[in-house]
């Protein structure tokens, strides 16, 4: 049985954290979702491709979620956030092993052919080298690590973050081929936690007008993106895909949705403003009219 420090749910000091719990129960939801699918037959004719894709979707979703950490904890002025960033990277690491392991499955586990297709095709050797990077970040995640590294120099290591995302997320448009709904999507909000980034690194104030020219910018970027991409990749003329953004009657497009996620992060922020300066005001009564 596990210290109870070590049970997922708990801090370190072995007291139940519903923020860990909750972290918990999010990073392990597409699992058993995925296991779900798995006994009631519902991932279709090929299982176990629709399991790899399942679960590299995933990965890159969650991976995005680690980097998500950050501007929640200063938005929402959440400090305790910092707690579950370690968790959520792993279990992208997870993910991306399980991945992996499926594609290994799907070859009947010859280690020999995996390696030559790993090596052969491009879209699998960039995924493979973003594995190895989570893969170091991972195993130094523990506070040990950290130790014997020293702050700096752990800091400047998992800064690969970035650029692992960026691999993982060009392996995800390379996988997906003709349909690349999803991998525009995830890196609209990944230029989103980047632009955020900057805004910070250049000591820009996170107020209404800065959160609402990054909104703006990073889904404009989406939609340049999304153009590039299918007239180099499928030759649709750019103007066909800016058409279908503002065309909301089949469907609406990733970069509405990276819109109305940067619009969202200004509404929490405020929301967290206002909630602070109620209770500042309220603090200050109560001193005022205590005896």
């Known amino acids: 049985m ?55 979707d995933w990965a ?6 680690s980097l998500l950490v950050t501007p929640l904890r200063q938005l929402l002025h959440w400090p305790q956030l910092i707690a579950v960033r370690r968790m959520i990277g792993v279990s992208a690491l997870l993910y991306v092993v399980l991945h992996l392991g499926l594609y290994t499955a799907e070859q009947a586990f010859d280690l020999a052919k995996v390696a030559s297709e790993i090596i052969r095709r491009f879209y699998l050797t960039i995924g493979f080298v973003a594995l190895l990077g989570l893969i170091a970040l991972g195993a130094t995640s523990t506070d040990g690590m950290i130790r014997r590294m ?63 020219g990054l909104a703006v910018v990073v889904g404009l970027l989406t939609v340049i993106i999304e153009a590039v991409w299918y007239g180099t990749m499928t030759g649709i003329p750019a103007s066909r895909v800016l058409a279908a953004n503002l065309d909301f009657s089949y469907s609406i497009r990733p970069a509405w949705w990276v819109l109305a ?21 309220r603090n200050a009564i109560e001193t005022v009219l205590t005896p």
């Open 2 to 56: 596990l210290p109870s420090h070590k049970l997922p749910w708990n801090d370190r000091a072995g007291r139940f954290s519903a923020l860990r719990l909750a972290a918990f129960c999010g990073v392990i939801a597409p699992a058993l979702w995925l296991a779900q699918l798995t006994i009631m037959g519902n991932l279709g004719s090929k299982p176990l491709t629709a399991a790899i894709h399942f679960t590299g």
């Open 261 to 281: 996620a940067g619009l969202a992060m200004i509404a929490l922020h405020l929301a967290r403003m206002g909630a602070s300066a109620d209770r500042g005001r």
């Open 150 to 212: 020293g702050a700096l120099r752990w800091s400047q290591l998992h800064r690969l973050t970035y650029a692992i995302s960026l691999l993982s997320l060009l392996h995800f448009f390379l996988q997906s081929k003709i349909d690349v709904t999803q991998p525009v999507l995830m890196t609209g909000f990944f230029f989103w936690l980047m632009g955020f980034r900057l805004l910070r690194k250049f000591e820009i104030p996170a107020g209404f007008l800065s959160l609402a």
């Open 60 to 65: 890159v979703r969650i991976l995005l979620l």
